[in-house]
C-alpha cells in the first residue's frame, strides 16, 4: 500500500520581478538565503517568482513575501496581491525604497513616512538610523520577544480599521523632513515601524525595513522575529 508524501506545511513565494536586489538563493551579508533557511527549518517550502503577480503565478502558495522591491507593481498585480490576501492567503511586505511600494501599501490602507526614521531612544553603535524597537503589541510575531533591530526604517501609518501599527519608535523619534538636518517639533513622533492588518480571510503584514531579515542582521531577536513569521505564515 503506497503512502502520501509528507507536505510541507505550506508554500512561500518571494517576489523578484520588481527589482529586488537581495535574494533567497544568495549568501552575501544583504542576501535573504538565512530567512529562506529558518522558513524551511519551520517546515515551509520556500520558491520565488519573477512573472507577474497575477492568480494563475500565487496558485498554490500560502504567502507571498515582497522584500526590498525597487520598481512598483502594476495595478492589475496589486488586485492579484489583494484576492490572494482576501482568499486567505498572507502576505510580508518589507520596505527597502518606501515610494514603489506606495500604491500597493494604499490598498491595503497603509501608508509611509517621506523619510527614514532617526530615533532617539535603543540606538545602536551611535547610528540613529539604527536602533532597537521596544513598544510592541500583542501580535504572534512577537510572541518571546521583547524587541528587534532594524537598520533604515521607513515610518508607517494605518489609514483604517483594516490596518494596526504593531511596533512603534519612541516619541522622539524624528524625520528630516525639510533636510536641514535639524530636528524639529513638527518632524518629531512616534512612529509605525510593523503594521498588521486583515482583509477578507487573509492578512498581511508591512515591514518599514528589509534590513531586519537580511543575513547580517539575521540574529538575537531577529531570528526569533523570523521564526515567528514563519509560524504565522503557517
Avoid: Y
Avoid at 520596505?95 to 517621506?114: F, G
Avoid at 494596526?164 to 518632524?187: L, M, P
Wanted: no cysteine; charged share 20%.
Amino acid at each position: 500500500m503506497m503512502t502520501s508524501p509528507v507536505l510541507a506545511a505550506g508554500k512561500v513565494l518571494f517576489d523578484n520581478g520588481h527589482g529586488e536586489r537581495f535574494q533567497v538563493k544568495e549568501q552575501g551579508p544583504l542576501q535573504l538565503s538565512g530567512l529562506a533557511e529558518v522558513f524551511q527549518g519551520a517546515g515551509l517550502e520556500v520558491g520565488t517568482v519573477d512573472q507577474p503577480l497575477t492568480d494563475a503565478t500565487l496558485a498554490g502558495a500560502r504567502a507571498l513575501v515582497i522584500s526590498g522591491g525597487f520598481t512598483p507593481l502594476h495595478p492589475n498585480e496589486i488586485e492579484a496581491v489583494t484576492r490572494f490576501i482576501q482568499n486567505g492567503g498572507r502576505v510580508a511586505v518589507m520596505l527597502h525604497v518606501a515610494p514603489p511600494m506606495a500604491s500597493l501599501l494604499d490598498r491595503l490602507q497603509v501608508s509611509h513616512t517621506m523619510g527614514v526614521i532617526q530615533e532617539r531612544e535603543n540606538v545602536i553603535e551611535g547610528d540613529l538610523l539604527r536602533f532597537r524597537v521596544v513598544r510592541l503589541k500583542e501580535h504572534p510575531l512577537f510572541r518571546g520577544i521583547k524587541d528587534f533591530s532594524v537598520h533604515g526604517a521607513w515610518g508607517l501609518i494605518n489609514q483604517g480599521d483594516g490596518a494596526e501599527v504593531i511596533a512603534a519608535t519612541g516619541f522622539q523619534a524624528w524625520i528630516d523632513v525639510d533636510q536641514d538636518q535639524k530636528q524639529s517639533k513638527e518632524e518629531t513622533a512616534s512612529f509605525g515601524v510593523v503594521v498588521a492588518g486583515d482583509m477578507g480571510k487573509g492578512s498581511f503584514l508591512v515591514f518599514g525595513d528589509d534590513a531586519i531579515f537580511q543575513n547580517k542582521f539575521l540574529q538575537g531577536n531577529n531570528r526569533a522575529l523570523a521564526a515567528n513569521l514563519a509560524a504565522w505564515f503557517k
